[in-house]
């Protein structure tokens, strides 16, 4: 590796990471103050900004609020780091760190956009381009309860201690799933590269928009056509395991502020609690990017588009392209992010014992049967309408009978009589 390659790579570093990703932490607070606001009939973070009446300007800077981020950064790294003298300092200290990092650590396999042309080197728009993409996001961000297990247990306090605990079964619940749901997908695409599956996207339409082929609209072949409800299935059960590998509402139950005070980082303040607030947000992130890859097409615009305008009359990419491929994901992200944003503030938070019976009892078996159910299409194309026949109505039963299972063990309390 000469001078010049590792120059790309740390500019890579230095722009996808710093600039790019971590900007949206802070403005995804920004936004989820925001919407919160609308949804509640609120106004919202508005006046926070630049006081250019102290310099004897006639209106301060407002710019709808958009200082707010700063201001709270600021805030919390002036307010006192206060560490309770019962905790193990250690295991205290350390736990912020092992939350936000895996968060940051997993960006780097993102492609954010189309291969660009940087001093005579044509480069992918990822920083590693690796061959395991979503396995090493898996590995990685499974880290995470470290973080949390360990800040419960260090602080010493019962309410984090169940909050630690509780994150330890809540991704012993949903990683199986979540694992599971994703095995169609690779199947399908046969590549575990996500720069790989991205192009082909681009190419013959994204995994639940297969509307194209080849830069043409068309309407999807038999094999694509039958693969779109294991594709959607798919869909559901990763996007639902990646609101609770974020902790986010409706499964921010190891920090449930109505039972646990704050959870697992009850104890911290200061810039220890912004680590975690901050890990918290930066999985949003990266889980939202890691869906638009594998289901919304990733960078590609879709619809034939990325073949008509950003292609030469030879196949290849023009010079600004990976420019427009990277405004295009980073539009798809902000939406995704503000779907987050959307549900946490319409879906209540479940029950913890809803969380562990949707994770073992429904999920577990729903993307195991939908993987057969997709092994069943890509093997026998041919055979796809009996194949999807036979794979609804055994969907349909074992549904069902999950379903009546769970209803005739859930203990029913009885009413209290006065």
């Not at 039972?259 to 912004?274: D, N, P, R």
Request: hydrophobic content about 55%; proline content about 5%; charged content about 10%.
């Amino acid at each position: 590796m000469d001078l010049i390659q590792i120059g790309i790579l740390l500019l890579k570093i230095v722009v996808l990471t710093f600039v790019v990703v971590l900007p949206l932490v802070p403005l995804s607070v920004y936004f989820e103050r925001r919407f919160s606001a609308v949804i509640q009939d609120r106004v919202g973070p508005n006046r926070t900004g630049i006081p250019l009446t102290l310099l004897g300007f006639k209106k301060d800077f407002r710019f709808f609020g958009l200082i707010q981020p700063i201001a709270d950064g600021v805030k919390l790294f002036l307010k006192e780091d206060f560490t309770p003298a019962h905790v193990r300092k250690v295991f205290y200290w350390m736990a912020p760190a092992l939350t936000v990092a895996p968060a940051l650590i997993t960006v780097c396999v993102i492609p954010f956009g189309s291969p660009i042309t940087l001093f005579g080197h044509t480069e992918p728009l990822v920083i590693a381009n690796l061959n395991v993409g979503p396995l090493f996001i898996f590995a990685v961000a499974s880290l995470t309860v470290y973080g949390i297990t360990l800040a419960g247990w260090s602080s010493n306090s019962k309410y984090s201690f169940i909050g630690g605990v509780r994150s330890t079964a809540q991704m012993i619940s949903y990683e199986i799933a979540l694992g599971l749901s994703i095995i169609p997908v690779i199947m399908f695409y046969g590549d575990l590269n996500l720069n790989t599956i991205v192009q082909y996207q681009a190419d013959n339409g994204w995994l639940i928009l297969p509307l194209w082929k080849n830069g043409s609209l068309a309407l999807p072949d038999l094999a694509t056509a039958m693969f779109w409800i294991p594709g959607v299935i798919a869909f559901f059960i990763f996007t639902i395991s990646i609101f609770a590998e974020t902790n986010r509402m409706p499964f921010d139950l190891p920090e449930c502020e109505t039972e646990l005070v704050g959870g697992y980082h009850t104890e911290y303040s200061s810039m220890k609690f912004a680590m975690f607030f901050m890990g918290e947000y930066a999985a949003m992130v990266v889980g939202s990017a890691l869906i638009v890859t594998l289901f919304l097409g990733g960078w590609s615009l879709g619809f034939g588009l990325d073949q008509l305008l950003l292609q030469d009359a030879n196949g290849q990419w023009l010079w600004f392209s990976g420019f427009v491929h990277l405004a295009c994901f980073m539009v798809k992200l902000i939406a995704f992010i503000l779907f987050f944003i959307l549900v946490r503030w319409t879906v209540p938070r479940f029950r913890y014992d809803q969380l562990m019976k949707l994770g073992w009892v429904v999920f577990f078996e729903a993307a195991l049967i939908n993987v057969f159910l997709a092994a069943l299409v890509i093997a026998a194309p041919e055979l796809a309408g009996l194949t999807l026949t036979i794979g609804a109505i055994l969907l349909t039963a074992v549904t069902a009978a999950i379903i009546w299972v769970a209803k005739v063990s859930d203990p029913r309390t009885k009413p209290l009589r006065a």
